[in-house]
């Protein structure tokens, strides 16, 4: 079906995992190049303030702080980035860094309270605070960094770099369980997670919520958004020149489940939504049945579904990539959260 280019073919190498970390390092590499563009410079510097603390919040058993990552890049110039953590008390907590589309915590995405009572921390950032999700590339770290377009990166590839700056924030917290950190967002900020999964190993678990097209629906025999669709509308998530595949879908040297392997053998997730045409679910799963070879080489179980098509309410996690389905439309809500934590739950004993 579909001409789905493979990601390992063992005429070349016998698999070990030195030669899928090197061949990890092509998919990322390819991705960039074709799809999203590469990421900035790590900063020389990074420096964190508090500037707010609500001991209170959740009746006091996760405090809220506000804190601002000052980073400073390469060419000198400072760029400061908003944050806002909510970490219950305990040891060894697993989290979330949370790409969000609302600098509020709560919100009508992100269940502060739900999550915390279930042993979760959130660092979480507003993806505008790091650059408008617009054609403007002359504001925040596109302006810092010099940028004038899409020609280095597209926004997504910006807000990944931001997702980084929280992970090395969160090394500095001693109540964080650093070994099962997750990375998590919805819809175009559920293909943000993808990509930043794929960068940054620290990443134990990346998950995206109806992420569809450029996220983990297979762009090939997609319905719903396709290539046409999103490059016309927001050229500038990606890098300049991607829509040259419009239509030409066939023509990708990859396909959307390079993605998703690329955070192999780590663990991801993927959740739809059954009315959610416009990211096409089935795509969804495809993405995520085709991505399993990555970890079907190493003797791992990539998407477990014995199902021909998947069931709504349904949750997949035997294997490394974990899959739901939910009723209604386009949203992240209490009920995905709920399946994230029990994924990673169950992952981590
Ligand atoms: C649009 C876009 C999608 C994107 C979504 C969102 O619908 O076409 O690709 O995922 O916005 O981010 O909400």
């Known amino acids: 079906m579909r001409d789905i280019p493979i990601i390992w073919s063992d005429e070349k190498e016998t698999f070990n995992d030195d030669n899928w970390q090197k061949r990890r390092e092509q998919i990322v590499n390819l991705l960039c190049k074709e ?4 990421l900035p410079p790590e900063p020389v510097s990074l ?7 609500d001991e209170e919040f959740c009746a006091g058993k996760a405090p809220l702080k506000k804190v601002l990552l000052h980073c400073t890049l390469t060419n000198g110039r400072l760029f400061t980035m908003p944050l806002t953590e909510v970490i219950p008390s305990g040891e060894n907590v697993p989290f979330f860094v949370y790409i969000s589309f609302s600098p509020n915590v709560p919100d009508k995405f992100l269940p502060s309270e739900e999550i915390a009572d279930s042993g979760f921390g959130v660092l979480s950032f ?31 590839a910006l807000w990944v770099w931001a997702a980084k700056r929280a992970m090395d924030y969160a090394q500095t917290l001693p109540q964080l369980d650093k070994k099962h950190a997750a990375v998590a967002g919805h819809s175009r900020l559920g293909k943000t997670a993808l990509l930043a999964g794929a960068f940054d190993t620290r990443f134990k678990y990346v998950i995206s919520n109806n992420s569809g097209c ?10 719903g958004e396709r290539i046409k669709n999103i490059t016309d509308v927001f050229p500038y998530w990606f890098k300049a020149g991607f829509d040259r595949y419009a239509d030409k879908e066939t023509s990708m040297p990859f396909d959307q489940h390079f993605l998703i392997a690329a955070s192999a053998p780590r663990f991801v997730y993927v959740s739809s939504s059954e009315d959610d045409s416009w990211a096409d679910p089935q795509a969804e799963a495809a993405g995520c049945r085709f991505a399993s070879e990555a970890w079907s080489k190493s003797s791992l179980k990539g998407f477990v579904c014995d199902d021909e098509k998947i069931e709504t309410g ?22 995905d959260w709920h399946h994230f934590m029990k994924f990673i739950n169950t992952k981590k004993n």
Do not use: M, P, W
Not at 134 to 150: R, T, V, W
């Open 47 to 53: 420096a964190s303030e508090i500037i707010q603390t």
């Open 35 to 38: 799809e999203y563009g590469f």
């Open 214 to 223: 450029c996220g983990a629906a297979i762009s090939r025999g997609k319905k």
């Open 126 to 156: 507003y993806y505008e605070d790091i650059v408008s999700d617009n054609s403007d590339f002359n504001n925040g770290l596109a302006e810092i960094l010099g940028y004038k377009d899409n020609s280095a990166c597209g926004k997504i």
């Open 314 to 335: 349904k949750s997949y996690h035997d294997g490394n990539i974990g899959y739901h389905i939910k009723r209604g439309k386009h949203f992240l809500g209490r009920e």
